[in-house]
């Protein structure tokens, strides 16, 4: 009953590093998207999953990678971290049925770049 | 193009008092779907309603109902006797295509002892 696991929950880069933040979900689901929250805006989808093998781009993708080589995981990747990238991360997933299913939420990653 | 108002920045109440959050929504769509989600100061995001636009009966669960109404494109949740425990940022979200979601930008409410 783990649901969606994100790791880390912290995450402090400086400027110009990489990382991943990691995503699992164990229920099986189809869909699995990445948001990210930020103050006064709510939540914005960066990128999104309709399958293995099947990527897509959300409304901010800009700075960010993805790739889902299993149901079960669908890592992002920041490639040169910027400080407007400073932001919490929630992975989301779902079923991909025709009555959009609702999102099941991680507990988010909070990353700082400084 | 999609858009979620929550034009609620933040609402105080005191505990017992009833509220409602407002959500207008704009879509060209004439299938979507509108949730709500709570997220607590812990941080989660909590999955409060789903409903599809054929469907404007309002429902209610509980101490919270949700209005929908298609003529002015909104769907508007209210809090009956509010609780401390309902201190939250409530989002409202809409959905064309399917399971992309778009959120308004959040309404915080803070309930008082």
């Known amino acids: 009953n783990a649901g969606v696991t994100q790791t880390p929950k912290f995450q402090v880069l400086k400027t110009g590093q990489s990382m991943t933040l990691q995503c699992a979900q164990d229920?099986?689901?189809?869909?699995m998207s990445w948001y990210r929250q930020d103050p006064g805006m709510g939540l914005r989808l960066i990128h999104y999953s309709v399958g293995a093998g099947i990527t897509d781009q959300g409304e901010v993708p800009n700075g960010y990678n993805v790739s889902r080589s299993t149901t079960e995981d669908f890592p992002l990747r920041l490639l040169s971290a910027a400080p407007s990238q400073t932001s919490v991360y929630f992975c989301?997933?779902?079923?991909?049925?025709?009555?959009?299913?609702?999102?099941?939420f991680g507990n988010g990653t909070r990353l700082t770049v400084t | 193009a999609q858009k979620v108002t929550q034009a609620q920045t933040e609402i105080s109440v005191v505990e017992k008092e009833d509220v409602t959050l407002d959500c207008v929504y704009e879509?060209?769509?004439?299938?979507?779907?509108l949730f709500w989600y709570k997220q607590p100061p812990s941080g989660e995001l909590v999955f409060l309603i789903r409903?599809?636009?054929?469907?404007?009966q309002n429902e209610i669960s509980g101490r919270y109902s949700w209005n929908f109404q298609k003529s002015t494109s909104s769907f508007n949740f209210t809090i009956t006797a509010s609780q401390v425990v309902d201190s939250a940022v409530y989002f409202c979200a809409l959905s064309e295509a399917k399971n992309k979601l778009v959120f308004g930008a959040g309404t915080i409410l803070r309930v008082k002892s």
């Open positions: 989301a997933s779902s079923y991909s049925g025709p009555d959009n299913s609702p999102l099941h």
């Open positions: 879509t060209r769509d004439t299938t979507y779907y």
């Open positions: 409903r599809n636009s054929f469907d404007e």
């Open positions: 229920m099986n689901h189809e869909y």
